[in-house]
């Protein structure tokens, strides 16, 4: 499975920015998600998404971001609104094609994981 992210930039505080995160793989994949990276800081789940379209958030941007796929183009999307300058980060795409059970454990798998290269994220006026 290749991963292939797109959407980053420079935008202001209260702005919106969509990523975007297009898979190339032959099978069908159910988990995908976005993660992100601030410097100095560890990589943290954002939002999940599984091909049932069931999703979760991090509490941080609960409100404020949306999480959505599209299985016939293996396409997920994370729109971003009301962005703040702790929201600047590299956001990655994630794929997880056997992962079954209560998005809740998605960040626990185990199982095979992909990764896309990360978009950059800034968040300043």
């Known amino acids: 499975v290749q991963l292939q992210a797109s959407g980053g930039g420079l935008v202001q505080p209260g702005g919106s920015l969509r990523l975007s995160c297009a898979a190339s793989s032959s099978g069908f994949i159910n988990g995908m998600a976005w993660y992100r990276q601030a410097p100095g800081k560890q990589r943290e789940l954002v939002a999940v998404?599984?091909?049932?379209?069931?999703?979760r958030y991090a509490d941080s941007v609960k409100g404020r971001f949306t999480i959505s796929r599209d299985n016939g183009k293996n396409t997920i999307y994370l729109q971003m609104d009301s962005l703040k300058p702790e929201d600047t980060a590299v956001y990655y795409c994630?794929?997880?094609?056997?992962?079954?059970?209560?998005?809740?454990?998605?960040?626990?798998?185990?199982?095979?994981?992909?990764w896309g290269q990360g978009t950059q994220v800034t968040v300043s006026s």
């Open positions: 994630n794929a997880r094609p056997r992962f079954r059970g209560h998005l809740g454990g998605y960040d626990d798998y185990e199982g095979p994981d992909y």
């Open positions: 998404i599984s091909s049932a379209g069931s999703t």
